[in-house]
């Protein structure tokens, strides 16, 4: 029943039997339709709010005017190429200034409304090339030479086109890669800390759909063989956010079917009604704004049948035990490493020459009173937070001043306080984005498969936990406790040299934790990595912890084993009056 | 000499227009984390009203007070209705304002007709500035500009409704639970910055035309200054004078389209070379 979409194929059917201006309509709505759905893909799959979609339709319009008009009826072809290259690569350019590391929602949104604003007053003003308030017209329809197709033929080809991208962009959502995309949008820096090049995924699908934004605006501009201003602009932009609105941006086909019924139903009024029209538009799209947001393709898919819509089971194999990692290495084992490590928030210093070293298969506890710095250094280590200065590396291998996938790549892992999994991917889905994340960058995943190799190590966490026979269950419906598995289990499946968690046990009961602790110690004894501990939980430290380090106001005060820590006199007075009221 | 002073003088003016404007958007975004894509719409209601109540003879300052008075109201009202129940959503409060600022051009358009209305100018006249003749309008602009800041950071910074508000900015909820009722302050914010849209509207008003979609005209710059100053205030002053500069410069020398890409491209290479402070979140 999953291949139900190809009856789309039947819409574009439908140009060989109705009459040549019906034909014509259902050509340009189509286009129009698989623009929504591209809109959709990268602003509800992927998260990235732009409204550049109508200068890449618009771009795409005016080049192929402009090189049909200029170079014979054959420059179209040129045109539809500079189409998407031009889309593409101004996509590209503000996706590298806005949608890099400092990337932020609101800003980038900001910034492609600004280009909008540009473009339209460009596109009346450049009158050279664009033929200002007149625009472009008389431009032909797809051909060669002096055989050109039949209004109703461009649009059969259009709707074509239109409908193979939507279905394109289908299988797109459900390949490991338009699954990450989900997961980037939903826990980005939790992505980033699996080792997922965050930046490179939300570029390359802002670039891909602007791509093939243009494109469409091009095919468009064969059929109705006219482009102006107005193509490129504020109000049109409008019209292709209410569709994506109305038919739920987070499915492609609403978007889509949202566009074409709307345009249908709505046939001649814009022409009829003018600045009432927009004034409409405008009210509908505030009314649905504030009281529609999801959308109605949402409440279809609710009412589907749920195996329909089952997320891909992923075949979940355990990897064979490796060496130990540390014998390879000739010589002294290396050690994790951390020298003068300090963070200040603003004019606050938060840690002070803090150092720090772990031998592969030791367990280090980090402990000290509430806001000591103890979740800073996690943060620090792994890259979240800027640090002021400080050198750590595992080996010869040094993290500092790299970015949060690289140093996932590298192998340091990390496991967050708060379980940050993605809730609308199974179980096993999420273990494959944990294990293809450092490996795989995203072409890669276009192609790969739904089977995966997972550590020994998160194996016995998902046996402990449970999880082994929920593979395919939503994460949504696992309890606290299985989520702190599942989460540690991303962290642990691929083979890791330094592991840091994050208040493991927060949340758990008292047998999950105790659980968890002789999980720990077995871990850290047969995979061998370099495991730091941030935790709260007593009687969970003095059972995995080999050493222990005391922090208080950013600065090391104590070192030593459980017992010799319990007795140093500064650390009962550190704690007294705070941790010690806690048992 | 008489060139250089010209454009100097020409550049802080267009400065101490933007950063008004500019300064309106950056307080919500600042304190609310809200990009309000209505507000040139704002300013366009407060020029109506002024030039409304020029045309039934009320004295200059009354027509700016009514502009003032208007875009309050206006915006208290898309507060009320609208963008209240869209804080908890970054893309919907987006979205929702995009679409009110449709239904304010549209809804003006429609009732009031899309002619072209002209405000008197209050101060007409030039005054002599080391040597140039310069119009006296476009230095009280400047001046106004100033005090308008001055007021502005000395509220948020100097009193204790300064402090309520960045703490509901901070944190509304933990301001509530301090006894701050954040959804009033939030709707003072807005109002407040729909006035200061307001006021602005006034001010251009003499120097151009006003018109339904009059705000398209000088949002763009004032969108630019904000992305350049990122969330803070005073930063707003800095990234006026620099976009006024390149825009005026190049206006001037080369051509309005070029300037228009070129401050495109500048707010684009901060947005790209932005360093943040050490501690904060990157990711």
């Known amino acids: ?376 250094v996690l943060n620090a280590l792994s890259a979240v937070i800027r640090v002021e200065s400080g050198r750590w590396r595992f080996g010869d291998r040094q993290f500092q001043g790299r970015s949060p996938w690289r140093i996932a790549r590298d192998g340091l892992s990390r496991k967050y306080q708060h379980p940050s999994i993605a809730t609308d991917l199974t179980v096993g889905q999420n273990l494959a984005l944990a294990v293809w994340g450092p490996r795989y960058r995203f072409r890669r995943l276009l192609w790969q498969r739904w089977e995966i190799e997972i ?124 941790e010690a009221q806690h048992g | 000499m008489d060139v250089v002073i010209n454009e100097v003088l020409s550049i802080l003016s267009s400065a101490a227009i933007a950063s008004v404007i500019a300064l309106g958007l950056g307080i919500t975004f600042r304190l609310m984390g809200i990009i309000n894509l209505a507000h040139g719409e704002f300013m366009m209601i407060g020029a109506y009203a002024a030039v409304y109540a020029g045309a039934i003879g009320l004295p200059w300052p009354l027509g700016l007070l009514a502009g003032v008075l208007a875009a309050a109201v206006v915006g208290a009202l898309a507060e009320v209705l609208i963008v209240r129940w869209l804080y908890s959503s970054p893309e919907l409060s987006i979205l929702g304002t995009y679409g009110l600022s449709i239904v304010l051009i549209q809804g003006v358009q429609v009732t009031l007709g899309k002619g072209y209305l002209y405000s008197s100018n209050p101060f007409p006249g030039a005054i002599e500035v080391f040597g140039v003749a310069y119009p006296i309008y476009r230095l009280v602009l400047i001046g106004a500009a100033a005090v308008l800041f001055l007021i502005i950071l000395l509220l948020l910074n100097a009193t204790p409704l300064g402090t309520k508000i960045r703490a509901v900015a901070a944190d509304g909820k933990l301001a509530e639970t301090l006894g701050i009722r954040s959804s009033r302050l939030n709707l003072v914010v807005f109002t407040a910055s729909a006035a200061l849209a307001g006021l602005a509207g006034v001010l251009v008003g003499p120097l151009g035309n006003v018109r339904p979609d009059m705000g398209a005209d000088y949002i763009f710059t004032a969108f630019v200054i904000v992305i350049i100053a990122g969330n803070s205030i005073v930063r707003l002053i800095p990234a006026a004078i620099l976009v006024s500069t390149v825009q005026n410069l190049m206006t001037f020398w080369i051509d309005p389209m070029v300037a228009k890409i070129a401050v495109l491209v500048i707010a684009l290479l901060v947005l790209q070379g932005l360093r943040r402070t050490p501690g904060e979140v990157t990711v």
């Open chain 1, 455 to 578: 550590e020994p190590s998160a194996w016995r966490i998902l046996e402990a936990g449970g999880l082994d026979a929920r593979l395919d269950q939503l994460a949504a419906e696992l309890s606290h406790g299985q989520r702190q598995m599942l989460e540690l289990a991303m962290a642990l499946a691929n083979p890791c040299d330094v592991l840091l968690l994050d208040e493991p046990a927060a949340g758990m009961t008292k047998v999950e934790a105790a659980t968890l602790a002789s999980l720990i110690t077995e871990i850290a004894r047969d995979a061998r990595p370099a495991v730091i501990v941030v935790e709260h939980d007593l009687e969970l430290i003095r059972t995995v912890a080999d050493r222990v380090v005391v922090l208080q106001n950013g600065g090391v005060l104590a070192e030593g084993t459980y017992a010799e820590v319990e007795a140093d006199v500064r650390v009962q007075e550190a704690y007294l009056g705070t």
């Open chain 1, 1 to 376: 029943m999953r291949r139900l979409h190809w009856l789309l194929l039947l819409l574009p059917l439908l140009c060989l039997f109705v009459s040549n201006y019906y034909s014509g309509l259902v050509g340009q709505y189509a286009i129009l339709g698989a623009t929504a759905a591209l809109l959709a893909f990268s602003w509800g799959y992927a998260g990235v709010l732009h409204f550049f979609h109508v200068v890449a339709f618009g771009l795409g319009a005016y080049s192929v005017g402009w090189f049909a008009l200029n170079l014979g009826p054959d420059g179209l072809w040129l045109g539809l190429l500079v189409a998407v290259l031009l889309t593409g690569g101004v996509a590209f350019l503000l996706g590298i200034a806005g949608l890099g590391k400092n990337y932020s929602f609101m800003t980038f949104a900001l910034v492609t409304f600004v280009v909008v604003l540009a473009l339209e007053q460009i596109a009346v003003q450049f009158t050279a090339v664009t033929g200002g308030f007149n625009g472009l017209s008389n431009i032909p329809r797809l051909g060669f030479g002096d055989w050109r197709l039949s209004g109703s033929m461009n649009a059969l080809v259009l709707a074509t086109v239109a409908v193979l991208l939507v279905i394109g962009l289908r299988w797109l959502s459900t390949t490991p890669y338009g699954v990450a995309l989900r997961a980037v949008r939903d826990a980005p820096r939790r992505m980033g800390s699996f080792g997922v090049d965050v930046p490179a995924m939300r570029i390359s699908v802002f670039v891909l759909t602007s791509a093939a934004t243009g494109l469409l605006g091009g095919l468009f501009a064969t059929q109705t063989q006219f482009v102006s201003p107005s193509d490129i602009g504020l109000a049109f932009g409008t019209s292709i956010l209410v569709w994506t609105m109305l038919g739920s941006k987070t499915t492609l086909l609403g978007p889509f079917l949202a566009a074409i019924g709307i345009n249908f139903a709505t046939t001649g009024l814009s022409e009829s009604l003018v600045d009432y029209w927009l004034l409409i538009m405008g009210v509908v799209f505030v009314v649905v704004v504030r009281f529609l947001p999801e959308g109605f393709g949402v409440w279809l898919v609710r009412i589907l049948p749920s195996r329909w819509r089952r997320a891909p089971h992923v075949e979940v194999r355990r990897a064979a035990p490796e060496a130990p990692r540390d014998a390879a290495v000739g010589g002294a084992a290396p050690e994790f490493v951390v020298e003068q490590l300090s963070v200040a928030y603003g004019s606050n210093r938060v840690l002070q020459d803090v150092g720090l070293h772990v031998s592969p298969g030791e367990v280090l506890c980090l402990i000290g009173p509430n806001g000591a710095g103890k979740s800073t």
